[in-house]
């Protein structure tokens, strides 16, 4: 009976470590502004070089990459992982090169979009672990100043094929009620993509994921609510003043029943010391360098 009693207990184990093995660990976060520092005259990228007020240098564009690796590397390097703010190739070739990440020969999916500062969305993913049946960037229309492209891409799992859509929505810059109709545009552009392949392909597994600039409860996420939006008991990925916010959020299609969290390390954080418990430990405090990560949490989805 003992015998018995062990070898279950064995069996039990060995199913657990399985299944963990086969899940799919996705990743998104929004890094704040991962810069290089060489100027690039089709950008306003003239914050981060190393003769502006911020003395974006080598050496903390260095570090900003070692710490982005160190949280890829706690999250035991996720198979797929969105980024938001990123600058251009350079800095993602820069990161899956860093000694803390080479080995795992992370691919690299990225698109220039029109956004004025030049920062955009990204995709890294293991070729080992899921196959890239297509890409493509799709630009949100607004009216005036343009904003980040919808990253689209299309894996091939061993459980599934999977739809997957990196967002950047347009911020609140000049107040929440006024850039409503701004996120509210990106949301329907969002919509129509999703629903084009729940239309088209009703096996595949759909999910959004990204910095959207709003709360799940917001009038630009409502449109979604043929979606499951897994961010609802989410406590919060960035601070305003004294009140927590989920702006980085997973919506994915009913048939996808994933695992979700956000990512709170301790040295993500340091004291608020103005509005009190803790804040996220930024690269930058205004103009003056922190040497943080960033003003976002990173966000895990498993399935």
């Not at 160190?70 to 070739?93: C, S």
């Not at 040497?291 to 895990?300: E, K």
Request: hydrophobic fraction near 35%; aromatic fraction near 12%; charge should be positive.
């Amino acid at each position: 009976m003992f015998n018995k009693l062990i070898l279950l207990l064995i069996s039990l184990i060995s199913f657990s470590l399985n299944a963990q093995k086969d899940s799919i660990s996705i990743v998104f976060y929004n890094v704040e502004n991962l810069f290089d520092n060489f100027d690039d005259p089709t950008k306003n990228d003239n914050e981060f070089l190393p003769d502006s007020k911020k003395e974006w240098t080598s050496y903390r564009w260095n570090d900003k990459t070692n710490k982005i690796a160190k949280i890829i590397t706690a999250l035991k390097f996720p198979d797929i992982i969105g980024l938001a703010e990123i600058e251009n190739d350079t800095v993602l070739r820069k990161l899956v090169k860093n000694r803390l990440l080479w080995k795992q020969n992370y691919e690299i999916i990225h698109f220039e979009s029109k956004d004025r500062r030049g920062i955009d969305c990204a995709l890294l993913y293991k070729p080992s672990r899921v196959d890239l049946l297509s890409l493509k960037a799709t630009p949100v229309k607004l009216n005036g100043r343009p904003t980040r492209d919808i990253l689209g891409a299309t894996f091939i799992t061993h459980k599934d094929t999977l739809a997957l859509f990196v967002n950047h929505w347009p911020s609140r810059y000049g107040g929440r009620k006024k850039s409503n109709p701004k996120r509210i545009q990106a949301a329907w552009q969002l919509k129509y993509l999703m629903d084009s392949v729940t239309s088209h392909h009703k096996n595949f597994r759909i999910l959004s994921m990204g910095d959207f600039n709003d709360e799940p409860k917001d009038s630009s996420l409502k449109l979604l609510s043929a979606y499951i939006n897994s961010s609802l008991n989410f406590r919060g990925t960035i601070k305003y003043r004294k009140k927590w916010q989920v702006f980085d959020q997973f919506i994915h299609s009913q048939n996808l029943i994933p695992t979700c969290y956000v990512f709170e390390h301790e040295f993500l954080f340091e004291e608020d010391k103005k509005y009190g418990g803790l804040k996220l430990k930024r690269t930058y405090l205004g103009p003056f360098y922190n040497g943080g990560f960033s003003d976002h949490l990173p966000i895990v989805l498993k399935y």
